[in-house]
């Protein structure tokens, strides 16, 4: 199994992140990508408008239909907070599934942050997907000046993206899709109550 993980708060999911993981899928040839939604980002305050983990991972479920993704908020049972700790205990739970790390140009430009972020690197492939108006910052930030010298090509052929299993740790590929306009700020700002007709949904892994 090749197995996508894409980690956020999903506070709503919209169309964007199921057009962008579905593109992912297929550049990477992927049999799934696993939505990670977030308990909670440590490097965040809570936000007012965060809402609760049950209607975002509701949200998030009946966005994946019928696509070959799995909504799940699996941190909470695992009991971590930061990615390292997360991908260190999936991989362990999974010994024979091979998972590679999604986030967008967004997160990769606050990637030194993270706790243990070269560790991160170290542990699974990385697939830096373009985000308009985070492109260069992601380029020109700190993480990138250590993973530039690990960066792939994104093509096709025996080196390209679907190779991906075959890459030497650390690996880094950027991968660049027809923008979707679509952000959670702008569906929370044309519906502020949508969780509440989601808070009742309990969440599972």
């Not at 997360?86 to 998972?99: G, V």
């Not at 690996?171 to 519906?191: I, K, M, N």
């Amino acid at each position: 199994m090749r197995i996508g993980l894409f980690g956020g708060s999903f506070n709503p999911a919209h169309r964007g992140h199921r057009r962008v993981t579905l593109n992912a899928i297929r550049a990477l040839a992927l049999d799934e990508v696993w939505w990670l939604v977030s308990p909670g980002n440590p490097l965040k305050a809570a936000a007012r408008d965060m809402a609760p983990l049950a209607a975002r991972l509701a949200s998030a479920r009946a966005m994946a239909r019928r696509a070959p993704i799995r909504a799940t908020a699996i941190e909470t049972r695992l009991g971590t907070r930061y990615t390292v700790d997360t991908i260190a205990k999936l991989r362990r739970r999974h010994p024979k599934i091979r998972f590679i790390w999604l986030m967008g140009a967004d997160n990769l430009g606050q990637f030194h942050r993270w706790k243990d972020w070269r560790e991160i690197a170290r542990a699974m492939p990385i697939a830096v997907i373009a985000r308009p108006g985070y492109d260069g910052a992601a380029v020109t930030g700190r993480a990138m000046a250590w993973l530039r010298r690990y960066e792939r090509r994104a093509g096709a052929g025996m080196t390209g993206a679907k190779a991906w299993t075959t890459w030497s740790l650390p690996a880094l590929v950027r991968l660049t899709f027809r923008p979707d306009p679509t952000s959670a700020t702008a569906v929370r700002a044309a519906d502020p109550d949508w969780h509440v007709r989601l808070s009742a949904h309990q969440p599972r892994s």
